[in-house]
């Protein structure tokens, strides 16, 4: 170890000020404090420090997130071994999968890597551990059968415009992952916009998504019934839950979800009042909706149109179709782009929930309402905070007069 | 009686808390008087090298309000006078002649009515620096009209002393200055004390009695101030720290200055963790030479969070009453970062497994590396005040003055926010920001 620590701190040398390597520190910091905690010293102010750190803070997220991708793995060699109509191992079902999430992962990794790497040289600040977050992120929303230079032009872009123009980790406004998410949704819509299935299979395999069978009825018919009525997937509530359903990569098992939420809860790493007032939101809306399906259909408020089967999708089928649950506990929560204060955490929460199930029913051309009302109010999220801190402005003044 | 539980906030499990015994140290042969301790003075010399002053003497004075002068803090000789860049006066060291200073009788009671008796009182005994401000703390203003004055006898800063303990035997000199500082306010004198300690006082009808409870910060007046009696930006408070209350009893009382108090020595490196009947800028190698565990040390004056970092050859500050030793660490342990826990580990994040419940050896080490803020709850977990903490510090980065005022600038002190910059694990000290906010509201009045 002593010997890797001299190397460190003689190659360390060569990224000095004025030396030729010197515009390449923020590397060798990185490599520097990966392999050995660093010694800086608390120098004023509080002279001794808590042991958590961002490398940590960043790292556990990624821990959450590791489950979600070995279920996500197995799921793709489920679905495919189901597809193809052979029995297979569980292990053999898992490598299948591997095959597919390994690439994307890493060429997710290399593009973010890149952009972070550059971005830390030109501008000259260290190269911060969120990109990690946002690399890991990024394949867990990717369809299996995603062609890889869509993965790298996708990230390239979210890490880019989603965070290093605006002045990197700190000072974004949108979610990177989500905004990589997002690019690729509108820019290639073939292959991501989430009406037809993502499994992979047999060529020209195919079918729909949970969320699509409500949006394109070919008979009006309540959400549940629908769901009953499809024979291609098992979209039951408890299959949903255990997640043996098409979908993006990570989002599908909702359990490995839930025990992740309760991970960084417990650690103090993510809010919980968001995620909380997200179901809050979702629930509410919902209900509200499934009222007026109930009016519209049945009741006093008939039209002439065709009745919106959207609405009536129940809370519960809502909070496990598609990735509520992996946006809310993963994208929503992430501390730099939600609100700052508690007041505007649950208003942000609340509105993100709300706009999911506005997007999903309302407009169904974009089945998947979760990451389209977590970026709108990534951009609302200093609005909220803005009038938060106005009332403490103004608690204030009436205090003191 | 007043009663305030605070919630947010944390008693952090350092090792090394000073046991119930007082020793007396090694000779206190010097103590030292710094400028450098009081915030936005210009000192100005009223004696020179080997000059033999007597107690309460006058040695500096403010010019930028010279009516203000401080105290010689022992009766000896002038050993030196250390200067700084641009010439400011930075210490003056003096050499303690204890048989002059035995013979400290000169002072008799005087009849104080009012404000202006105890003002001039303080001002004549150049006693005056003892009083404090908030907003700012600094040295109060005599021509000042404090909405209210406010003691701290509640100290929940980590290895502080313990007032309980240091003052159980002033009960007559602490009532004596209490009387006296209620004369300097029409508003109330307010005296914060833990639950079920200094009884006597709740037979003063001139205090107003606050009860505090809760994790530090709960004891900072600051703190205490937000919840009782918030300051807003024309608001005056005065404060005096509780281990002065008993000087300035006796002043009051008997006329003399006895700049003895005790003070405690403690911190994971240090050998036998005790109190000493100490004085007032004290020299620190009386109390920690033979009694540390390394060289490796960082001497602080005050407590780890606050205090100011000293040497074996410093002082302690004058307004602390701790001192705090802590191990200069540059150990650099291998892939730090995915360490699981253990009681190597302390953290105010559920972030390792079974930490936090031995006592623990806090080191020099920030344990991690800066980098940009990430707001992930940790400041508000450890800030008890109705405070946007965040939003402040924005807007003193913004240097945006308006909303400073607005946000609470002037009820905070670098004091209160300083387990927020523990907890960070971005490691911002947000202590610096408010006082570079505090330093720039000010210069702009």
């Known amino acids: 170890m002593n010997f890797l620590k001299k190397i460190l701190a003689e190659s360390g040398k060569l990224f000095d000020e004025g030396k030729p390597l010197s515009f390449a520190y923020p590397l060798w910091e990185a490599t520097d404090t990966i392999l050995f905690s660093t010694d800086s010293q608390n120098k004023s102010g509080p002279h001794i420090r808590d042991n958590m750190d961002i490398k940590r803070t960043m790292f556990f997220v990624v821990i959450a997130l590791i489950p979600c991708y070995l279920f996500g793995a197995y799921n ?25 999430v390994l690439p994307i992962l ?22 911060n551990e969120g990109f990690l977050v946002s690399c890991a992120l990024i394949p867990l929303t990717m369809p299996p059968d995603v062609p890889l230079w869509q993965v790298f032009m996708g990230t390239s872009f979210g ?68 769901f009953a009525a499809s024979t291609q997937f098992d979209y039951s509530l408890t299959n949903m839950f255990w997640g043996l359903i098409p979908g993006s990569i990570g989002e599908t098992n909702k359990l490995l979800i839930l025990l992740g939420a309760i991970f960084l809860i417990y650690c103090g790493i993510a809010s919980w009042r968001i995620m909380v007032s997200c ?36 809370p519960l089928q809502h909070i496990l179709i598609g990735s509520f649950l992996f946006g809310t506990v993963f994208m929503a929560t992430e501390p730099v782009t939600s609100s700052h204060t508690n007041t505007g955490r649950w208003i942000y929460g609340f509105l ?21 009302a977590i970026l709108i109010m990534n951009m609302f999220a200093p609005l909220i905070d803005y009038y938060v801190v106005q009332s403490n402005i103004k608690m204030r003044l009436n205090r003191n007069v | 009686m007043l009663k305030i539980k605070v919630k947010k906030g944390h008693n952090i499990n350092i090792a090394g808390a000073a046991s119930g015994e007082i020793l007396a140290p090694q000779k206190n042969t010097t103590v030292s008087l710094s400028p450098e301790n009081f915030r936005y003075i210009k000192p100005k ?28 803090i022992a009766s000896g000789t ?17 050499n303690v002649d204890p048989q002059i200073e035995n013979d400290n009788s000169s002072g008799k009671d005087k009849k104080l009515s009012n404000k202006d008796d105890v003002v001039n009182y303080l001002l004549e005994k150049n006693m005056w620096p003892f009083i404090t401000q908030r907003p700012f703390n600094k040295v109060a203003n005599p021509s000042d009209n404090p909405k209210s004055i406010i003691v701290s006898l509640a100290n929940t800063a980590p290895l502080s002393v313990d007032y309980n303990f240091t003052l159980a035997s002033n009960k007559d000199s602490i009532i004596s200055a209490l009387i006296n500082l209620k004369k300097l306010t029409e508003g109330k004198l307010f005296v914060a004390v833990r639950p079920g300690e200094f009884n006597y006082l709740s037979d003063l009808d001139f205090i107003d009695i606050v009860e505090v409870e809760g994790p530090h910060p709960a004891g900072n007046v600051g703190v205490i101030l937000n919840h009782i009696s918030p300051i807003s930006s024309k608001d005056i408070v005065w404060t005096v720290q509780g281990h002065h209350l008993p000087i300035l009893g006796k002043l009051f009382s008997d006329g003399i200055f006895d700049p003895t108090m005790i003070i405690n ?103 991690g590396s800066h980098r940009a803020f990430v707001p992930i709850e940790a400041w508000e977990k450890v800030f008890p005040m109705d405070i946007y903490i965040n939003a402040l510090a924005r807007s003193i980065e913004a240097n945006d003055f308006e909303e400073m005022e607005q946000l609470g600038i002037y009820e905070c002190d670098e004091e209160d926010v300083a387990l927020c910059s523990f907890v960070c694990p971005s490691k911002t000290d947000v202590g610096a920001i408010i006082r570079k906010g505090l330093d720039t509201v000010y210069f702009d009045k």
């Open chain 1, 76 to 100: 793709i060699g489920y679905l495919y071994s189901e597809a193809m109509g052979i029995s297979s191992s569980v292990m053999n079902d898992f490598i299948i999968g591997m095959t597919y």
């Open chain 1, 106 to 127: 890493i060429i997710t990794f290399i593009a973010g890597a890149i952009c972070e790497i550059s971005f830390a040289i030109i501008r000259k600040h260290e190269i």
């Open chain 1, 159 to 226: 890490i880019i415009i989603g965070k290093e123009i605006f002045g990197g980790v700190g000072t974004n406004v949108f979610n990177p992952a989500l905004t990589a998410r997002a690019f690729m949704y509108f820019a290639f819509p073939t292959k991501i916009s989430g009406d037809k299935v993502w499994a992979v299979g047999p060529d020209g395999y195919s079918g729909a998504t949970a969320l699509a069978i409500p949006a394109n009825p070919v008979e009006y018919d309540t959400a549940s019934n629908l």
């Open chain 1, 279 to 314: 179901v809050f939101g979702l629930v509410f809306t919902s209900v509200l909706f499934n009222l007026l399906s109930y009016l519209t259909v049945d009741g006093i408020l008939q039209s002439g149109g065709t009745p919106n089967a959207m609405l009536t999708i129940t």
């Open chain 1, 352 to 372: 993100i929930g709300v706009l999911t199930v506005i997007i999903r029913s309302i407009n169904p051309a974009y089945p998947e309402g979760v990451f389209l």
């Open chain 2, 45 to 72: 010399l009223l004696v020179k090298e080997n000059d033999s002053v007597k107690l309460g003497d006058p040695i500096f004075f403010d010019k930028l309000n010279p009516e203000i002068k401080w105290p010689a």
């Open chain 2, 78 to 94: 002038i050993s030196k006078i250390i200067y700084g860049e641009r010439r400011a006066v930075k210490e003056i060291i003096f």
């Open chain 2, 265 to 367: 020595l403690s911190g994971p490196i240090v050998k036998n963790p005790s109190y000493f009947k100490s004085r007032i800028g004290a020299s620190l190698e009386s109390h920690c030479k033979g009694n540390l565990s390394t060289d490796k040390a960082r001497i602080i004056s005050g407590d780890v969070l606050t205090g100011k970092e000293s040497m074996m050859n410093g002082y302690l500050g004058f307004y602390h009453s701790s001192i705090s030793v802590i191990e200069e660490s540059f150990d650099r342990s291998f892939i730090g970062w995915l360490h699981p826990g253990g009681s190597s580990k302390y953290s105010v994040f559920n972030a390792y497994l079974g930490g936090n419940k031995s006592p623990y050896s806090f080191t020099t080490l920030q344990n």
